[in-house]
């Protein structure tokens, strides 16, 4: 025996297939059953869809027209329409089924007016629009009833309320008044304020006082500097012409005044700010006015006042008269100082005794400003009171004309609210696609044999010698062609038949019963005038 | 019947050819032709007609045709040659129907049809790996029962006989099913299982192989006899060695048909003494766990795996 054939390798190197490829063949091997599996049970539960339980939902709406003074009437409308919905509710609770009914009433203001949106949805079709129908015509009813309770109700506590408002407010009027016949000095400049003010009056004559101390320390010694001075002798020149006195006199006071202006400044170091040197410039302003008031009447030749001294004719007349003016200057703040002196022991002695005297009224001032109090607030509540009640007596005229229109009714259609034909079709759909790719899955992992000779050779890594088709006799020849040509197409057309008449099936369902009661009901609402 | 004239000249003339060895590029068997048991004709195919006859007693039915031939008087010996001829082919037509072969031949039913091109192929494959044209024995076997196996290896040796000068034997060594003796309708007379219980020889191996109504194919049947100790004891037997090596010295391809390994292990005793062994997997309908269990099964036995024929692809 020899072996002289050699090994057969035949098939080339096969790399097993990528995930999506995998799919993709998986996919076009099992397609009929994804097919299968999604029309099965995408139509069974299209189906089964039907007899989930459902909601069914009714609108109406209906308008609430007034004359005059609409806004009043609606405003009350809002609270009676709250009162409502719990007293529907609890009417609804009694009937049996609290969870499963629902009844919903909005109020809302248009340009027409007031419009009452009422929203009811149950399980029953016809359920539902009796239940709209009756809550339409229990609204309607306690609307026109608590209309007029609520009106008079209310409009009777604000007229409580403005009546206990005047008569506090008189209360407190009459304490106030009492008050001030018993305690008269109440009734003029308060002692505090009294007192304050005489403070700040002593504390600027004090003021006052210090400044003309230290003016006639100054002037003190500015006057015996001069006394101390020797003039000098004139030079000889022609006759001096007579000077108008005043004029001299002014002249040797603003000189004066300068000087002292100096020293402040350039000596003391002074600023311009300083009281003593403000109160010099203001003399210097004073007299720089005076002395050009006298030179332009000394040039027009008048004769001076008779209160101005003439001037000697001596040979120092400007020392004498600078020391007349220092002297002058020097007596008028001896002068202030004697009077301000007294004036501020003055002033303290009464400050003390305001002083005193408001330490006695406190208790009393503070009563009488309770007293004040008291009455601003009656007479806020007594204002706000009587708003109210005219506010309520417009309420209360205005709300009567107000009409109801026949209702409107909307979302009556045969379909329910819940559930909808789209979600069951999206559900039953993504449910049956899952299932197919979960069948196609599961066919693709569960065949026992191999899918192909790369996958066979890939998985033994055996060498093929031939790959033979399947053999089949004429007669399965025939079968698979007539499956392949007629079954096939055909079992794709019943499948996809049954999903579309499942999908019929389960819209017609969903609205079946109920669109003539609807109607019927519609008919009988439409033009009631409720 | 001047076309069939020229036919049966054509088929007289290739058929002494052959028996000259004429045929160019095939090496003859170092063995002579097996004679057919009781055939007193020339030709194999003459002894097939002979020995089909011996084993159907019923009378072949008449076709217009034979008819014809048969009541034609005092004819000369070079007509009469030629009526023998004629005879013979139509004989080996009837002989074929008679047969009635399933669907699955496909080699035979549907000569040009895909799944002929495909065993074309597998042959061609075959003849290709033996480039010294030397004998050889392959051992078919399959996993599991239902495989194609047995259909396998008559395809293939239909196909092998297209190829001209190939000689081919088809031993039906599933002494369980003996299905390729059933599909050939071999069940009765001398077949492997009373060949290897005697003392196997030449004479032996001719005496027990059959001829088949088609050129060159020869079959080799399982045989009627139980085997006491088993099928596989019965194919260690030093006789079956014997066989293996008489047939290499009369065929050019010796294709051996064996119970599925999986379940039998008639195919591993073949397969030690033949050339190759050639598994047959149904692509969609073996499992992997079973296939992988053959294959290790296989090389565990150290078996020569030539390579395996995967069938019903395509499903």
């Known amino acids: 025996m020899t072996a002289a054939i050699s090994t057969i390798h035949i098939s080339p190197e096969v790399a097993e297939p990528r995930q999506e490829h995998r799919w993709h063949r998986a996919l076009q091997r099992h397609w009929l059953v994804l097919l299968t599996l999604l029309s099965l049970v995408s139509s069974g539960l299209l189906l089964a869809g039907t007899a989930l339980p459902r909601r069914y939902g009714v609108g109406a709406t209906f308008a609430l027209t007034a004359r005059d003074g609409a806004d009043e009437g609606a405003e009350l409308l809002g609270t009676a329409g709250a009162a409502l919905v719990a007293e529907l509710r609890t009417a609804l609770r009694a009937g049996g089924s609290p969870l499963a009914d629902r009844v919903e009433i909005q109020v809302s203001t248009r340009e027409q007016g007031r419009h009452v949106t009422l929203t009811a949805s149950t399980p029953e079709r016809d359920r539902t629009l009796a239940l709209l129908h009756e809550t339409v015509l229990r609204y309607t009813r306690a609307r026109n009833a608590q209309t007029d309770d609520l009106l008079t109700a209310l409009r009777n506590a604000a007229a409580r309320a403005l009546t206990l408002a005047s008569a506090e407010r008189r209360a407190a009027g009459d304490a106030l008044d009492t008050f001030r016949i018993a305690h008269p000095e109440l009734t003029g400049e308060a002692p505090a304020a009294r007192l304050e003010k005489l403070s700040a009056t002593a504390e600027e004559r004090q003021r006052r006082l210090g400044i003309v101390n230290e003016l006639i320390s100054r002037l003190e010694q500015h006057k015996a500097r001069m006394r101390g001075e020797r003039p000098a002798a004139p030079k000889p020149g022609p006759a001096a012409v007579p000077l108008d006195p005043e004029v001299m006199q002014l002249k040797a006071q603003l000189a004066l005044l300068n000087e002292q202006i100096d020293e402040q400044l350039n000596q003391l170091r002074r600023t311009e700010q300083h009281p003593y040197v403000v109160d010099l410039r203001v003399r210097q302003e004073g007299l720089q006015r005076k002395l050009a008031a006298a030179t332009a009447r000394a040039a027009a030749g008048k004769p001076p006042p008779e209160d101005v001294k003439p001037v000697p004719a001596e040979k120092d007349s400007g020392t004498t008269m600078a020391l007349q003016a220092l002297e002058l200057q020097l007596a008028q703040a001896y002068a202030e100082r004697d009077s301000l002196e007294p004036e501020i022991q003055r002033l303290k002695v009464e400050r003390e005794a305001l002083r005193k005297q408001a330490e006695a009224l406190a208790p009393a001032q503070q009563q009488f400003a309770r007293l004040e109090a008291r009455q601003r607030q009656a007479v806020q509540a007594h204002e706000a009171a009587r708003a109210r009640y005219e506010r309520l007596e417009n309420a209360y005229s205005a709300a009567r004309p107000l009409e109801i229109s026949a209702p409107v009714f909307s979302g009556q259609d045969a379909r329910p609210l819940a559930p909808t034909f789209a979600g069951i079709s999206a559900g039953a759909l993504s449910v049956g696609l899952l299932c197919g790719l979960a069948g196609v899955y599961l066919a693709e992992r569960l065949g026992r044999g191999y899918r192909s000779p790369r996958e066979f050779h890939a998985s033994t890594n055996a060498p093929v010698l031939g790959v033979v088709s399947a053999i089949h006799t004429p007669a399965q020849h025939q079968l698979r062609r007539a499956w392949r040509q007629i079954g096939r197409p055909l079992a794709v057309l019943a499948l996809l038949a049954l999903l579309a008449g499942s999908a019929a099936l389960g819209y017609a369902g969903l609205g079946r019963t109920g669109g003539e009661t609807i109607r019927g009901m519609k008919g009988s609402m439409h033009g009631q005038h409720l | ?315």
């Open chain 2, 1 to 315: 019947m001047g076309s069939i004239s020229d036919a049966l000249k054509r088929a007289e003339q290739e058929r002494r050819r052959m028996h000259a060895g004429e045929v160019q590029g095939v090496a003859p068997p170092t063995q002579p032709l097996p004679a057919p048991p009781a055939a007193p004709a020339e030709s194999p195919r003459l002894a097939s007609v002979v020995l089909k006859a011996a084993e159907k007693p019923k009378p072949t039915p008449t076709t217009p045709l034979t008819a014809a031939i048969q009541q034609t008087p005092q004819v000369a010996p070079a007509a009469k040659r030629q009526q023998e001829i004629a005879e013979t082919i139509v004989e080996d037509y009837a002989s074929k129907q008679r047969l009635n072969l399933p669907a699955g031949v496909a080699v035979y039913h549907d000569r040009t049809g895909r799944i002929a091109e495909q065993y074309r192929k597998t042959r061609q494959r075959l003849l290709e790996a033996n480039p010294q044209r030397e004998p050889q024995a392959l051992v078919f076997t399959a996993s599991a029962p239902g495989e194609g196996a047995t259909t396998s290896v008559l395809n293939l040796g239909l196909s092998l006989v297209e190829q001209r000068g190939l000689r081919v034997l088809l031993i039906d060594a599933d002494l369980h099913a003996a299905g390729l003796s059933r599909l050939l309708r071999m069940r009765d007379g001398l077949g492997l299982s009373e060949l290897l219980l005697g003392e196997v020889d030449q004479a032996a191996l001719t005496s027990a192989v059959r001829a088949t109504p088609w050129h060159n194919l020869y079959v080799l049947p399982a045989g009627g006899t139980s085997p006491p100790q088993g099928s596989a004891e019965l194919l260690k037997l030093p006789a079956a060695r014997a066989l293996l090596r008489q047939a290499r010295g009369m065929f050019n391809w010796v294709l051996i048909d064996t119970p599925p390994a999986g379940k039998y292990p008639d195919a591993g005793v073949l397969g030690a003494f033949s050339d190759g062994m050639v598994l047959t997997v149904s692509l969609r309908h073996t499992g992997r766990e079973l296939v992988h269990k053959t294959l290790r099964r296989l090389e565990a036995m150290s078996l020569p795996l030539r390579g395996c024929l995967l069938t019903h692809a395509g499903e």
